[in-house]
């Protein structure tokens, strides 16, 4: 079992930034693949990107990709996720998950963090 916890939500204007965290339970195995998703209201979870267990790959859905970094230190057993230039419809409660790789563009999420809410005003 793992256990996922996010951090860093909050208020930001559109075109700010900010930095989430997803600290887990254990230390994670290099062979567990990460990621972020978010659920709008009314929508369905909305994938956003994955990082390999050691980090040498990462992809981004094309919605975040060249505004949102998704990076992991397994020494502190932490995922991050820095979002920048951030718009309005970026505003959604943000998940982190671990799984397993599906395709090289999908992943299968096994264990889900309780979310953390992010809005962006305009």
């Known amino acids: 079992q793992v256990q996922l916890a996010e951090s860093g939500g909050g208020l930001v204007q559109a075109g700010g930034s900010l930095r989430l965290s997803c600290a887990t339970s254990?230390?994670?195995?290099?062979?567990?693949?990460m990621g972020w998703f978010r659920q709008a209201p009314g929508a369905e979870r909305q994938f956003l990107t994955l990082i390999s267990g050691n980090g040498a790959y990462t992809y981004y859905d094309d919605s975040v990709k060249g505004r949102f970094t998704i990076s992991r230190d397994n020494a502190k057993n932490t995922l991050y996720l820095q979002m920048d230039n951030l718009i309005p419809e970026d505003t959604a409660v943000y998940y982190c998950a671990a799984g397993a790789l599906v395709t090289l563009q999908k992943m299968r999420a096994d264990f889900w963090g309780q979310g953390t809410q992010v809005t962006v005003s305009s």
């Open positions: 254990r230390r994670t195995l290099s062979s567990t693949i």
